[in-house]
Every structure is written in structure tokens, then in C-alpha cells.
T-cell receptor
């Protein structure tokens, strides 16, 4: 099992450009999450998908959109990137039915100039 | 949202020393997890411990949910223990992280 995978690993964007971060999990987990991590801080939840077909806002949703494509895949879209969105983005998943233990992907380092 | 405070923010240990990291949270929660973020940025699951005590080798953790805190114990520290330790908690699908304890173990 690969666990949680993310693409790309690194990305540089210019202000105003758009991009989509991809996440996939092969653990048959129900829920998936997107976080951002800024220097010296813990992770903050952007959006989550409790189950296929549903998405909800987390703590810092502004400037982002998400799509739960199927049970395995959850994407994060930046429609018009801003320098304030420079961060490391992590995707995570959890079973939920018996446990809320989360498993994280390796992260995507995004720089917006 | 739930406030999560970790202490100490920074810790420097001599190899072989023991340490205790603390996580306080502001509200009732139904999950708690400890992670180690290694120098390459990877988040490694240490413990999922919404209540009670667990041990895994040199590491152990205790959560007292009624008193809203959790402790992570590291014994006989090694240089490979260096990195940032995060506590994560929440209720339902809303998860909150503390700002971490940065641990440096020197040989």
C-alpha cells in the first residue's frame, strides 16, 4: 500500500495563476482532509470531505476549492494564487468508522511569487 | 475552535536523557493524536490516544480527557528523535494542531 500520495511535490506559481493539488489514498478510508502548514506553526485545516460526495469548510477555507472525485481522490484548487498561499500543503485521510486516526501524505511545497 | 497549547516550545537534550512534552486543549474532544515531523517534513504517526496510556518502545503517551491534557514521554533520547512533535485533537471532523515542540537531541 502506498498510503496517502500527493502530487506535485513542489510548485512555483505567479500571483493570479491557478493550479490543482492532487491527493489519493489506497486505504479505503472514508474521510479526507487538506491542511496547510506555515513556518513555525502547526497545521490548519482548509477543507475536508467526510464521505464521497460531501465537502465542508475547515478553519481556513478562503481562496480554495475542493473536489472529492471518488472515494480515493480529493483535490485542492487555487483559482487565483496569492503570495499569502505560499505554504506546505498536506493531505490526510481517516477511516472514521472506528477511529479518527489520521494518516498524512508527504506534502506539497507551494511558492507563490 | 478548540485551542491547543503545547509546552515547552523548544527543548534541547543530551542523548540518553528523558523528556516529557505536554499538550493542553480547551474543550471536550473525541480524538487525540501525537505526530513527529522529521527534518524532511514528513509527519509520522506516534500515538492515537483519545484516552488512557499507550507505550511503543522508548515512547509512551497518556491522555486524561476529563482534565483536557495529554503527555508524551520520550526516554533514553536518540539523535533520530530530533524534529518537531505535534499534538492534534478535535471533535468530529474538525481537527486542530498545536504549534509543536521542537526537540533537538545532541550527541
Amino acid at each position: 500500500n502506498a498510503g496517502v500520495t500527493q502530487t506535485p511535490k513542489f510548485q512555483v506559481l505567479k500571483t493570479g495563476q491557478s493550479m490543482t493539488l492532487q491527493c489519493a489514498q489506497d486505504m479505503n478510508h472514508n474521510s479526507m482532509y487538506w491542511y496547510r502548514q506555515d513556518p513555525g506553526m502547526g497545521l490548519r485545516l482548509i477543507y475536508y470531505s467526510a464521505s464521497e460526495g460531501t465537502t465542508d469548510k475547515g478553519e481556513v477555507p478562503n481562496g480554495y476549492n475542493v473536489s472529492r472525485l471518488n472515494k480515493r481522490e480529493f483535490s485542492l484548487r487555487l483559482e487565483s494564487a496569492a503570495p499569502s498561499q505560499t505554504s506546505v500543503y498536506f493531505c490526510a485521510s481517516t477511516m472514521v468508522r472506528w477511529t479518527y486516526e489520521q494518516y498524512f501524505g508527504p506534502g506539497t511545497r507551494l511558492t507563490v511569487t | 475552535g478548540i485551542q491547543v497549547e503545547q509546552s515547552p516550545p523548544d527543548l534541547i537534550l543530551q542523548e540518553g536523557a528523558n523528556s516529557t512534552l505536554r499538550c493542553n486543549f480547551s474543550d471536550s474532544v473525541n480524538n487525540l493524536q501525537w505526530f513527529h515531523q522529521n527534518p524532511w517534513g514528513q509527519l509520522i504517526n506516534l500515538f492515537y490516544i483519545p484516552s488512557g496510556t499507550k507505550q511503543n518502545g522508548r515512547l509512551s503517551a497518556t491522555t486524561v480527557a476529563t482534565e483536557r491534557y495529554s503527555l508524551l514521554y520520550i526516554s533514553s533520547s536518540q539523535t533520530t528523535d530530533s524534529g518537531v512533535y505535534f499534538c492534534q485533537t478535535g471533535a468530529g471532523n474538525q481537527f486542530y494542531f498545536g504549534t509543536g515542540t521542537s526537540l533537538t537531541v545532541i550527541p
